[in-house]
């Protein structure tokens, strides 16, 4: 065979391999799923993250005919877990459940994070946003919002509020309401959200913005006193308490919210799919039920809806963060 001869021949089986490898991707996708799927909770066990991909894994696994396995990997406030799954192979099998604090408030504390949310992950759907509500101990003499500001302002400093940490929603949550408020405020950090609860009930500290099912099983008992709840809408949990917005500080809005996403390069018609099944997963009673009963809302959304939400709420943070003087730790 020539030299000639040879390079054509070459070129022509090279060709016809082209149609092959353009459906490979699309073939995969169909053959899609094969095997468990794993869900990374980048939160302990327990806990309302946890909870709601528990809620929806249990749906999802129905739908997939394969099981879904709850991964709980805990860690810097969620970003060792987050970072776990930027790195997994993109291949329809890794799941993250996406969480405010390690894709929308994290990226503006930590320097040297292992993930870039926007590049290194790929959108599937909103799941769930939901409040904290703003409770005081009994000792504190204020009956509503108002109060709290008029005695904050009377005493600039002097009033002491708890959260599980420095860059946590909860902190975020009360420094946006000093910036609207104009108030000073004295912030106790904790290493948990449930040591400034306990030392909230022992009088240590004035007030914290806690969880729905926190907040309301001391608020029935008679332990606490809920003043407002910081979403635009009251909780159904507990629909007789007012939001910060009505309470007199119009334009508040501040929700914790959960979501799927998935790495990078995942093909687009897992996605498509995982979509689907995920809303339906949020249309069965029982995944609603547990929801409420963790006082939060069901949602869900287009990954492209999704994907614009999350860009927001990075630039959102990325400026109140700046606001309250937050630093790369």
Known sequence: ???????????????????????????????????????IAPYPPGGSSDLVARAVGTRLAEQLGQPVLIDNRPGVGGSLGTELAARAAPDGYTMLLANIAPLAINPHIYPKLGYDVMRDFEAVSLLATGPTLLVVGPSLPVKNLQELIALAKAKPGAIKYGTGGSGTPAHLTTELLRLMTGIELLHVPYKGTGQSVTDLLGGQIDFVFASPPVAAAHVKSGKLRALAASSAKRTPLAPDIPTVAESGVPGFDMVTWWGAVVPAKTPAAIIDRLNAMLRKSLEFADTQERFAALGIDVQSSTPAAFRSFMAAELARYAKLSKQVGLKNE
Request: hydrophobic fraction near 65%.
């Open 1 to 39: 065979m020539t030299d000639l001869a040879f390079r054509i021949r070459t070129l022509a089986l090279a060709l016809s391999a082209v149609p092959a490898l353009a459906i490979a991707t699309p073939a995969a996708a169909q053959a899609w799923p094969a095997k468990p799927m794993r869900w």
